[in-house]
């Protein structure tokens, strides 16, 4: 299935920041370890994310390895569930970080100690090595007010996809809300929600919440299929906890 919550984070890094981003899916784009080399030789780039979960940190780090092996001073960065829950494992140098829980006012603040041209000092939403060699992680973000967020640009997306549940194509996923309404202690919860709940739960002695819900604007989440439709997918996989918040905001939506 698409990256959804990857696919955020670029999108935001994109039309906020103004970066040139290349979103790249491997598996599902068909790219090689070799091709990737490849690619870096070709395309020079600056820094690179890692979408990181807990099973992927080994083999994220190790990519990250021969990226840098490719290219001398790139910035290797890790975000998501895997990378919140143990940073000490994943800081390879000094120019790269960890992006901790929410990952975009982290990636906000990496980019402006980037800008800066000084090392990472008190980094909001971030852990990094600091020139002794030691881990260091900066004050846990703020939860975001998430209708601020662009709409995700699908036209990053260059991989094949498919839904189990759906038996059309093509499909995409899509995320209206983080965080949930409920406090159910066996539920797992989404990919990007897990990280939100581990750095939302660091500071606290005891652990007796979970995140708060956030819902993007019923005419966000119309404008977003209008655009899913308008670029020719057929299937749409709704990626959150819950999508029912609320029988008359359901209904609105799907009228």
């Known amino acids: 299935k698409p990256p959804v919550h990857l696919?955020?984070?670029?999108?935001?890094?994109?039309?906020?920041?103004?970066?040139?981003?290349?979103?790249?899916?491997?598996?599902?784009?068909?790219?090689?370890?070799?091709?990737?080399?490849?690619?870096?030789?070709?395309?020079?780039?600056?820094?690179?994310?890692?979408?990181?979960?807990?099973?992927?940190?080994?083999?994220?780090?190790?990519?990250?390895?021969?990226?840098?092996?490719?290219?001398?001073?790139l910035r290797c960065v890790f975000m998501g569930a895997g990378a919140t829950w143990r940073p000490e494992?994943?800081?390879?140098?000094?120019?790269?970080?960890?992006?901790?829980?929410?990952?975009?006012?982290?990636?906000?603040s990496l980019a402006a100690a980037w800008a800066s041209?000084?090392?990472?000092?008190?980094?909001?939403?971030?852990?990094?090595?600091?020139?002794?060699?030691?881990?260091?992680?900066?004050?846990?973000?703020p939860l975001m007010d998430v209708s601020g967020l662009?709409?995700?640009?699908?036209?990053?997306?260059?991989?094949?996809?498919?839904?189990n549940r759906l038996d059309v194509g093509p499909i995409t996923t899509m995320v209206v809300s983080r965080?949930?309404?409920?406090?159910?202690?066996?539920?797992?919860?989404?990919?990007?929600?897990?990280a939100i709940e581990l750095e939302f739960k660091r500071p606290r002695e005891i652990y007796d919440d979970r995140p708060p819900l956030r819902k993007r604007t019923v005419e966000q989440i119309i404008a977003e299929f209008e655009d899913i439709a308008a670029r020719g997918y057929r299937g749409v996989e709704i990626a959150d906890n819950i999508f029912t918040w609320g029988k008359r905001r359901t209904i609105e939506i799907c009228k």
Request: hydrophobic fraction near 35%; charged fraction near 25%.
């Open 150 to 163: 662009p709409m995700p640009d699908r036209g990053l997306l260059r991989g094949i996809y498919r839904a």
């Open 7 to 73: 696919l955020q984070v670029a999108t935001h890094a994109q039309e906020r920041l103004g970066w040139t981003v290349r979103l790249m899916d491997a598996p599902a784009e068909g790219i090689s370890r070799e091709a990737l080399r490849q690619d870096l030789q070709r395309e020079g780039y600056e820094a690179i994310f890692m979408w990181t979960t807990y099973l992927s940190a080994q083999g994220d780090l190790s990519a990250s390895r021969d990226a840098c092996r490719v290219l001398p001073g």
């Open 117 to 141: 041209g000084h090392p990472i000092r008190d980094g909001v939403g971030l852990a990094w090595l600091d020139e002794s060699g030691g881990v260091q992680r900066g004050p846990a973000a």
């Open 89 to 108: 494992e994943l800081l390879m140098d000094t120019r790269g970080a960890v992006i901790l829980g929410e990952p975009e006012p982290g990636l906000e």
């Open 179 to 194: 965080g949930c309404g409920f406090r159910c202690t066996f539920c797992c919860t989404n990919a990007l929600d897990q």
